[in-house]
């Protein structure tokens, strides 16, 4: 997983507990700071992806005491000393994790409520595997380089696996929500979240929701402009990307900004990304797919096949192409994700994941 310059990456074990992890990021990034401890070092927490921690979270755990300095992560510790179970019901973002408790001789291993950061695990007499990327499983286990037969029926019929499995015999993917306990000789398999949860909670009127829908987004979406790196905003003719400008904050670094293109002319979202920006006072570049992407085809698409853990295929050789160039830009790319929820990445050339609102 360590295949980029600009990834950082560190390892933590616990041998009396049998815990033995290593982790990957980008320079900067939320998870940088990692590992997160607690005070006295009993809980330690390697994260992949960002919570974003509410305000009143934070000023509660300063009053009780407890000294996280300015790192964005090291309050997570600390959240769970004083939570405990609750813990994983305060987390807001697009994560997942492992947090191993000393004091309780355990370890947690956790996602987001809709696996949105995966986790590809596989389990043998012996040990329980874990990793964010297939591909790391199946490097160090070689016996799981083979097809699961239902996988591969599933991503020909809808573009992709269901039901947590994967592409490959014996790897699955941790469920949403999940947060599986290990002990000494035992394990729990738990989930915090599940979506009945909010299906059943009392509808709202249509204005009702309307009201809620506002004040959330002006709330969230600044939180996303607050960036230790240059910022790019992927710029579409839709609505969704000029409601994240309407909410762009006050005193913070702007955004450069840059819509995906073909390789000659100007398309609708072009015309109009481009008129949004000037509007905004923002820089606004057109990135283009070049001669080089043709050329070198077979290159990309292999490319994009092996980052993805064969979730992309051809059709998505471009992605891999783009976000090269949008990093020349800005290293973090803020966008608009499925349905107009927002999405905060940092640009490289891996998997294509889609976040959720914090």
């Not at 033995?20 to 330690?44: C, L, N, P, T």
């Not at 803020?334 to 914090?358: A, N, P, T």
Request: proline residues 3%.
């Amino acid at each position: 997983m360590l295949r980029e310059p600009f990834y950082m990456s560190g390892r933590h074990a616990e041998s009396g507990l049998g815990v033995y992890a290593g982790w990957v990021a980008h320079e900067k990034s939320f998870a940088s700071g990692q590992v997160f401890f607690s005070e006295d070092r009993d809980i330690a927490i390697l994260l992949s992806g960002e919570c974003f921690p509410e305000p009143a979270i934070v000023t509660r755990l300063r009053r009780k005491g407890h000294n996280f300095g300015d790192g964005k992560g090291t309050w997570l510790a600390h959240l769970y000393e004083e939570e405990g179970s609750k813990f994983w019901e305060s987390l807001n973002g697009s994560f997942s994790g492992l947090l191993i408790d000393k004091r309780g001789a355990r370890a947690f291993l956790f996602n987001d409520r809709y696996g949105t950061e995966r986790v590809y695990w596989h389990q043998t007499a012996d040990a329980f595997y874990f990793a964010s990327e297939a591909k790391a499983l199946l490097r160090v286990l070689p016996e799981l380089r083979e097809f699961d037969q239902e996988g591969v029926a599933q991503f020909l019929t809808f573009g992709c696996t269901v039901n947590w499995r994967t592409l490959f015999r014996g790897i699955e993917i941790l469920p949403g929500g999940s947060c599986w306990v290990f002990r000494e000789n035992s394990s729990k398999k738990e989930r915090y979240f599940d979506s009945r949860t909010w299906e059943a909670l009392p509808h709202l009127s249509a204005d009702s929701f309307q009201d809620k829908f506002d004040e959330t987004f002006k709330q969230i979406v600044p939180r996303y402009f607050d960036s230790d790196s240059p910022l790019g905003l992927a710029l579409t003719g839709g609505l969704d990307t000029r409601m994240i400008l309407a909410c762009e904050p006050p005193n913070t670094t702007r955004p450069v900004t840059y819509t995906f293109t073909g390789e000659a002319g100007d398309t609708f979202d072009d015309r109009v990304a481009t008129e949004v920006a000037k509007t905004c006072g923002l820089e606004h570049q057109l990135l283009r797919l070049g001669q080089d992407f043709f050329s070198d085809f077979a290159m990309h698409a292999d490319e994009t096949v092996y980052v993805t853990d064969g979730c992309f295929g051809i059709i998505g050789a471009h992605e891999i192409y783009f976000n090269k160039q949008a990093r020349q830009l800005a290293p973090v790319r803020l966008k608009e994700g499925f349905d107009g929820l927002v999405e905060w990445i940092m640009v490289s050339r891996r998997r294509c994941d889609h976040g959720i609102s914090r």
